[in-house]
């Protein structure tokens, strides 16, 4: 008398289907993980900006002298000068303090709008902001990123806060 036995395992076409499945399913993946990746990177740009701004007002009141935040449109970049237009030195490396965005960690990040007078944001000595040497009432529009956040300034307090548009 014969034995048979059941042999175990997959079929190639039950092994193909199962890699046709999983390729589908990690192309959803991707491009999930893509788009947050960018929302990431623009939150990370913002809290920059927002740090590089609170720095400025900070250096002002500690440094005897007004600070400026200027906004440089045309070359996608932003920095911190001293009243008197010399550059504020980079603590992280010396230079002067000129952030360019677009490049390296903030790649895809745009300045696509700003409220300023001059593009520049002063503070005086007591950290008072100023909106290109003007005193403002209300918010004043800072910056916009990507036309997704904007950063706006409170006049009396100096609040800072960002906005989805």
């Avoid at 000068?81 to 952030?99: K, R």
């Avoid at 593009?119 to 800072?142: I, K, M, Q, Y």
Wanted: glycine fraction near 10%.
């Amino acid at each position: 008398m014969k034995k048979y036995h059941k042999e175990s395992g997959f079929t190639l076409i039950e092994i193909t289907m199962v890699v046709a499945i999983i390729g589908i399913l990690s192309l959803f993946a991707v491009a999930q993980f893509d788009g947050r990746s960018t929302q990431l990177t623009y939150d990370s740009a913002v809290m920059r900006v927002l740090a590089d701004i609170r720095y400025a007002r900070d250096l002002a009141m500690t440094g005897g002298q007004g600070t400026r935040f200027v906004i440089d449109r045309e070359y996608n970049r932003y920095a911190i000068q001293w009243a008197d237009g010399t550059y504020v030195s980079n603590p992280m490396g010396g230079d002067d303090f000129i952030v360019q965005l677009g490049q390296k960690e903030l790649h895809g990040v745009t300045i696509t709008a700003t409220g300023l007078s001059n593009d520049r944001l002063e503070f005086n000595r007591s950290g008072a902001p100023r909106n290109g040497g003007s005193t403002f009432t209300g918010d004043l529009h800072v910056l916009t990123l990507n036309a997704h956040k904007r950063i706006t300034i409170r006049a009396n307090t100096g609040f800072l806060a960002i906005a989805d548009l």
